[in-house]
């Protein structure tokens, strides 16, 4: 197995001093430490709650080939301080299997996930007790998730971001070409969007 390292970033922000055409604030990346012991990390969520960091991992070619649902997913959890807590925390079961998660979020005491077939969650007191969660109108080919304090948001290939509550009540939000990752930060919805070739 290809072991691959997560690498840690602080993003930093800073005001330059610099006049005329230079910019006064700056954006940079600091590598901070890098962690090994992973497969092919996709993306990284940290729990507000306490601090802990889960990272999806998934295979090589479950991200490379189309709709593949090869159950070999997982989800691990290190300590605010980058060691790792539980290398398989999340790693699907018989009935739910974890494929390639793309996105998370925290609400309302889940982990929510977006796998390649459909949207996820487990309690974060149990991650065995995966479920399902149905969101009208759509039923795969899901990308990204957030969420602010009423919703879970999902991106929906590359075409419409779809919103669900905690009790599954939602569907479309909006259409809109391109989008990929969505973050939701101080009660607005950030999205990025692909360039789409004509």
Not at 60 to 87: F, M, Q, V
Not at 109 to 123: A, H, V
Not at 157 to 181: E, H, P, S, W
């Amino acid at each position: 197995m290809k072991v691959m390292t997560l690498i840690f970033c602080f993003i930093a922000f800073t005001v330059t001093g610099c006049i005329n055409s230079s910019p006064v604030n700056a954006w940079h990346l600091e590598p901070v430490r890098s962690i090994s012991g992973f497969n092919i990390p996709e993306c990284a969520e940290v729990n507000p709650a306490n601090g802990d960091v889960y990272v999806a991992n998934i295979f090589a070619i479950t991200r490379d080939a189309i709709n593949a649902l090869d159950g070999n997913g997982y989800i691990s959890i290190l300590e605010p301080g980058g060691e790792i807590k539980e290398s398989h925390a999340i790693k699907g079961t018989d009935a739910i299997q974890v494929h390639g998660v793309s996105g998370m979020c925290f609400f309302n005491g889940y982990l929510y996930f977006n796998d390649r077939n459909n949207l996820k969650r487990c309690p974060l007191n149990d991650p065995t007790a995966i479920e399902v969660v149905p969101i009208p109108g759509t039923t795969s080919g899901f990308n990204d998730a957030c969420c602010d304090d009423k919703y879970v948001y999902v991106s929906s290939m590359g075409k419409t971001i779809y919103r669900v509550d905690a009790q599954g009540n939602g569907g479309k939000f909006v259409d809109l070409d391109g989008v990929n990752g969505i973050k939701s930060w101080k009660g607005k919805l950030i999205k990025q969007r692909k360039k789409m070739r004509s």
